[in-house]
C-alpha cells in the first residue's frame, strides 16, 4: 500500500480524492493548506504527495519548492487549466508530473502507480558494471547514486529515471516522445512539457547552466543524448 500525501484547500475535492485513492488501495494523509502538509511530511513520510496549486496561505508552487529542499519524494501538481503557464514553472520547481481539474481518479491513480513503479524498477541492466564513470559524474545503477565530482547529487525520481535512461546509451538520441514513454509511461502522444523542464532541471544540477553543454546535449530538431565525457 502506498502512503499518499494529498493537499488540496477545496474540502468537497479533497473528500472525494482521498475516498476514490483510498478505493483504490492508498494510504491517503489530506492537507487543507500547504502549511499543513509540510507540517506533516515527515511525520507522514508519503512515497507520493499530490499537490494542488492553488493554495491559500503558502501558494503551491512555495510547497513543491520547500519540499524539494528537504525530500526528492515523488510530486504531482494538480492545476486548473493543461496549457497554463503553471505548468512548466509547477514542474520547474521540481514536480515528477501533473494532472488536470477536474481530477479524474483512474488517471491519478495510474499516474502515482508510474512514479512507484519507476522507482522499484530504474532502468538497468544486470550486466552492466555496478557504477560506471563519465569524465566527472558517476552513476551507480544498483544503488541509484549519482556523484559529481565525488559529490553525491540530490536528483528527483524523474530526473533521476531520465539520467539512467539517457546514459544507458552515451551518444543515441533518443526524442522526447521516446523520453516520455520511458521515463513516464506515457505511451500516447503526451505533453513534451514534462522532458524540456526535467532536462533543465538535470542539467542544473549536473552544474551544466553556464554555457557548457554538459553531460546532457540537444539535437535540435531531434530530441536529446548523452555525453559520456
Known amino acids: 500500500m502506498s502512503r499518499v500525501l494529498l493537499v488540496e484547500d477545496d474540502p468537497a475535492v479533497r473528500k472525494g480524492v482521498q475516498l476514490a485513492l483510498r478505493h483504490q488501495g492508498h494510504d491517503v494523509f489530506a492537507a487543507g493548506t500547504g502549511e499543513e502538509g509540510l507540517e506533516n511530511l515527515s511525520a507522514f513520510r508519503p512515497d507520493v504527495v499530490v499537490l494542488d496549486l492553488m493554495l491559500p496561505g503558502i501558494p503551491g508552487l512555495d510547497v513543491c519548492r520547500r519540499i524539494r529542499e528537504r525530500d526528492q519524494v515523488p510530486i504531482i501538481i494538480v492545476t486548473a487549466r493543461g496549457d497554463d503557464v503553471d505548468v512548466v514553472v509547477g514542474l520547474e520547481a521540481g514536480a515528477d508530473d501533473y494532472v ?21 524498477a530504474p532502468a538497468s541492466d544486470a550486466l552492466r558494471p555496478r557504477a560506471e564513470t563519465h569524465g566527472s559524474l558517476t552513476i551507480d545503477r544498483a544503488g541509484l547514486v549519482v556523484s559529481l565530482h565525488g559529490m553525491p547529487v540530490a536528483l528527483a525520481p524523474s530526473e533521476l529515471r531520465l539520467l539512467l535512461t539517457l546514459s ?6 533518443l526524442s522526447r516522445q521516446q523520453l516520455l514513454e520511458a521515463v513516464w509511461e506515457h505511451s500516447y502522444h503526451g505533453d513534451i512539457r514534462l522532458v524540456d523542464a ?16 554538459g553531460y546532457v546535449q ?4 531531434f530530441g536529446y543524448c548523452f555525453r559520456s565525457s
Not at 198 to 213: F, M, N, Q, S
Open 100 to 120: 488536470v481539474k477536474p481530477v479524474q481518479a483512474r488517471v491519478l491513480d495510474a499516474r502515482i502507480r508510474a512514479l512507484l513503479r519507476r522507482l522499484d
Open 218 to 221: 540537444t539535437v535540435r530538431g
Open 198 to 213: 526535467c532536462v533543465k532541471r538535470l542539467r542544473g544540477k549536473l552544474g551544466e547552466l553556464g554555457g557548457d553543454p
Open 168 to 173: 544507458a546509451a552515451p551518444g543515441q538520441v
